[in-house]
């Protein structure tokens, strides 16, 4: 056990130091969470949202639209930012926007179905666009009210090269334009009236993320104040970040163990141990066996119970009563042995013994006679304890 507990804590120290000195790689997926600070994330536009806003209190929500218009609640400016409108894109969320809401959605991947309701066309205006080569990958960002100007912005590197082809002209209007390497313009973001509101369909969430705000000089926050300047400022904001985000007022079910497979080197540590476990275990059952008790043999007391009891008659030097008990015990040991009934001692019991036994008969004679003189005299004295005794041991032997 020991062994394998200073293989485990050599393996672990070995996995820290070479994780301590690892260079963390950039996660450069598209998450657009709102918990992490990776590029494409969306840590630094959450810490900030208010600002943009003026300071009103923006509702984050977990819940899906769906969900949130069902349990009610007064009309507001609903914002989506994310790279796909994957369970974001419900009918009921027009059906609001009619009543009087307004929707914002800045997102890449924005459906056919959804927007052909507005009156509008999203199509890839240039398939090739994002593999002309390290200098056409960019495009320039600008807006068309004045208060932005002749401005543009910079996005590089491109993710989606998708524009807003068609739209009803009675309905829409181009609020901003991007601009390819080539020359081209054409529409990124547009305001579709929609029964009693609007609907902002804008397709360059990057702008929004950690990279474009603070890793590049002159970051993207004045466009991103500009492009949410035409929400109006008499509607409450909720933003719908479901999925982006650990659920908001939602039960938390993360357990401990998912804290440590967040982190590479604690799942790695977490699964060697469990594999190492493992592995104790198999080899610890094919090897070992269970402990077989040790069962004493039964010890013979006998000797020790008649040395006990000789010991007490010669510490009370009594001759007599151990003659009687070496007769008794002589005399049991006959019927045992030789199936003789031993209640009356005479000659015919002296002869019947000298032919079972097949000993000397003038032996046997000397036996009885001490055993006569005992019964006579009722007493013994140590040589007749040590007569008798010599003949019986005499007797019985072989």
Do not use: C
């Not at 495009?139 to 912005?153: A, D, E, H, I």
């Not at 594999?275 to 000797?303: E, S, W």
């Amino acid at each position: 056990m020991k062994f394998y507990l200073a293989g485990l804590v050599a393996v672990l120290l070995i996995i820290f130091l070479i994780d301590s000195g690892k260079v963390k790689p950039v996660d450069w997926e598209q998450r657009y969470s709102l918990d992490t600070k990776n590029p494409y994330d969306l840590y630094v536009f959450n810490a900030e949202i208010e600002n943009f806003f003026n300071s009103r209190k923006v509702e984050r929500e977990w819940l899906s639209p769906y969900e949130h218009i069902k349990r009610g609640g007064v009309k507001s400016n609903y914002l989506i930012i994310n790279k796909n409108m994957h369970g974001l894109s419900d009918s009921l969320l027009l059906e609001d926007v009619a009543e009087g809401s307004n929707l914002f959605i800045s997102s890449e991947n924005i459906f056919a179905d959804f927007v052909a309701i507005l009156k509008v066309k999203y199509a890839n205006i240039d398939p090739e666009m994002l593999l002309d080569g390290e200098h056409s990958n960019y495009l320039q960002l600008s807006m068309t009210n004045k208060t932005w100007g002749q401005k543009k912005y910079r996005l590089e590197p491109v993710n989606n090269s998708f524009s807003f082809v068609e739209m009803d002209p009675a309905t829409t209007t181009i609020l901003g334009t991007q601009t390819k390497p080539d020359g081209k313009v054409s529409p990124n973001f547009v305001r579709v009236k929609y029964g009693k509101g609007y609907v902002f369909l804008h397709n360059h969430p990057q702008v929004f993320t950690n990279m474009e705000l603070l890793e590049k000089p002159g970051g993207s926050e004045e466009y991103v104040a500009n492009l949410l300047s035409y929400l109006p400022k008499n509607l409450p904001v909720v933003w719908f970040v479901n999925g982006q985000t650990t659920n908001f007022g939602a039960p938390d079910n993360r357990t401990p163990l998912s804290i440590v497979f967040e982190y590479p080197a604690l799942r790695i540590a977490w699964l060697i141990l469990i594999y190492g476990l493992l592995l104790f275990v198999i080899f610890h059952v094919k090897r070992r066996q269970r402990v077989i008790p040790v069962v004493q043999p039964l010890r013979n007391t006998t000797i020790e119970f008649v040395q006990t009891i000789g010991n007490l008659y010669f510490q009370e030097e009594s001759a007599t009563e151990i003659v009687d008990k070496k007769i008794t015990y002589f005399l049991d040991k006959v019927r045992t042995r030789y199936y003789l009934d031993t209640s009356k001692l005479d000659e015919r019991f002296a002869l019947k013994l000298q032919l079972k036994s097949g000993k000397d008969p003038l032996l046997i004679e000397k036996i009885m006679k001490q055993i006569f003189q005992f019964k006579r005299l009722k007493s013994a004295v140590p040589d007749d304890l040590v007569k008798l005794n010599d003949l019986i041991e005499e007797f019985w032997k072989k």
